[in-house]
């Protein structure tokens, strides 16, 4: 059963990358592009300054705060195993079309977080919640629709992506002799390892004492974490690349030459770097599926296009620094990309060759690392949605009964199969980004008046402070008013 389960979900994963998804990305993507005149380049240096404000209220999320959790769960082990993943698949080539789609994709990753700005709820101590399904109910009055898109990012963040992640930091430790050595376990059938087992059941308990404590203390802990991991992950490997100098110029060659090999791209489609690069660019920044502007809604801003910037920022972060970091750090070490050699153990041999032994660890450090950060950042954005189901805030009981299913489901997402796994998340986040893109299309004009009002008034040398009725809304907002 669970193998017809695998062929059924595969079926459907590469219909929706083939003929759906490239269309949809890409199409929406260059149209915010051109709408919004290249505001992903344009407001570049803006939303560095921008993510720096503090929040006028000391208890309110700040920018910064918000860009944590966003990025906790953009860079995640997709960065690393991902980022292997497409290249082990589809050749140098993946990694061009990654920055392609990261580059893209922060117009619509602009669009959707100033909309969840826009459309933000107030709660009872003063802050703000809010994200795409509550833009779904406000503009195109329409609850049913942001019920659904609520129930697939629940199965997405607590289902697809917190498994894909456990199974991505339990994979690492296949490449140390230890794995083989502790054996397995025969059950319902199948053999498990001793291992996965026994690190998913330490990982799933460290994920419930941290989760038990609550929202406010997920951003505070993800907005510890996420710096350091991320500073000290891209330091080892400018170090690595700066030990291989020699060798970048025909890494990048390869890159270019293989992403532009239309013979090969569209001789195997399904296998090649045009799709590996969307499929784990997508799941690497999240761009357009609606996931981030979950956390923008919770941030103090004096407009809603500060935190549009702000998510846009964490895009290029995700994709541009930490990706292509991966990505050179294990092409110029000189191991050659193939399928037989996907995921973490990929980028572990790369690191073998420049460090020797102590390079796997470091990457299941890392992984570590990228992990905790990522199953915390993707439950907090759950926890709005099922607020947003019920139609207030879930009590203590509901709330307990999710948090004891999320950390089964991190336990179980490290027994899986490779494809399996990485199939569940793509195909459910699919299913976010085809409702969420048409979405922020049909709404995008509220976006781009907001953007100008916001550059007017920086032209005219002020802070930006937003008014609903300035761009037509009238009383259609709870806080902008």
């Known amino acids: 059963m669970l193998e017809a389960f695998s062929g059924l979900i595969d079926i459907i994963s590469s219909y929706m990358y083939s003929y759906i998804l490239i269309i949809m990305l890409l199409g929406v993507g260059l149209y915010f592009t051109f709408r919004g005149k290249l505001v992903q380049l344009r407001l570049l240096p803006e939303s560095i300054r921008v993510v720096t404000e503090k929040p006028k209220d000391n ?90 898109f609520a129930i697939i990012l629940i199965a997405t963040y607590a289902g697809g992506f917190n498994m894909v992640c456990s199974f991505n ?33 330490m990982l799933a308990v460290l994920v419930g004492i941290c989760v038990f404590g609550g929202g406010k203390r997920i951003v505070k802990v ?135 032994p102590i390079g796997p660890y470091f990457i299941t450090f890392a992984l570590l690392l990228f992990a905790f950060t990522t199953l915390l950042g993707n439950l907090y954005y759950c926890e709005g949605c099922m607020n947003y189901i019920a139609g207030h805030k879930v009590g203590k009981t509901g709330k307990s009964i999710f948090n004891i299913v999320a950390v089964l489901l991190v336990f179980i997402g490290a027994q899986l199969e490779f494809g399996l796994v990485w199939n569940i998340a793509d195909v459910l986040m699919g299913f976010m980004a085809i409702i969420n893109l048409p979405v922020i299309v049909i709404l995008g004009g509220t976006a781009m008046r ?11 040398g002020r802070d930006p402070a937003f008014k609903a009725s300035s761009i037509g809304l009238g009383e259609k907002t709870d806080f902008w008013n």
């Open 59 to 148: 208890n309110s999320v700040s920018a910064f705060q918000a860009l944590m959790v966003s990025t906790a769960s953009r860079v995640g082990t997709g960065n690393i195993v991902g980022v292997a993943t497409a290249i082990a698949g589809g050749g140098y080539g993946a990694v061009f079309w990654m920055w392609l789609i990261a580059i893209i994709g922060g117009a619509s990753a602009f669009v959707e977080s100033t909309l969840a700005q826009i459309y933000k709820k107030k709660d009872p101590q003063g802050g703000s919640y809010g994200g795409p399904s509550y833009y779904i109910e406000a503009a195109l009055h329409s609850r049913p629709l942001g019920i659904i």
């Open 222 to 356: 993800t907005g510890v974490m996420v710096p350091i991991m991320g500073v000290i992950y891209i330091l080892v490997a400018l170090v690595v690349v700066i030990l291989n100098i020699a060798n970048v110029p025909a890494v990048l060659g390869h890159i270019f030459a293989s992403a532009f090999d239309f013979q090969a791209i569209f001789g195997g489609f399904m296998g090649s770097c045009v799709m590996e690069g969307i499929k784990r660019g997508l799941y690497s920044n999240e761009a357009g599926i609606g996931s981030a502007p979950n956390a923008a809604a919770a941030a103090d801003v004096s407009h809603p296009v500060k935190q549009g910037l702000v998510q846009m920022l964490s895009v290029f972060i995700d994709t541009i620094l930490i990706c292509t970091a991966t990505a050179l750090m294990a092409l110029c070490t000189g191991i050659v990309p193939s399928p037989d050699l996907k995921g973490a153990p990929f980028v572990q041999a790369s690191l073998a060759n420049t460090f020797g």
């Open 450 to 460: 907001a953007l100008k009002d916001y550059t007017d008034q920086r032209a005219a």
């Open 169 to 201: 930091l339990m994979d690492s430790f296949t490449s140390y002799s230890f794995y083989e050595a502790a054996g397995t376990i025969s059950l319902f059938g199948r053999e498990f390892s001793v291992v996965a087992l026994a690190g998913a059941a």
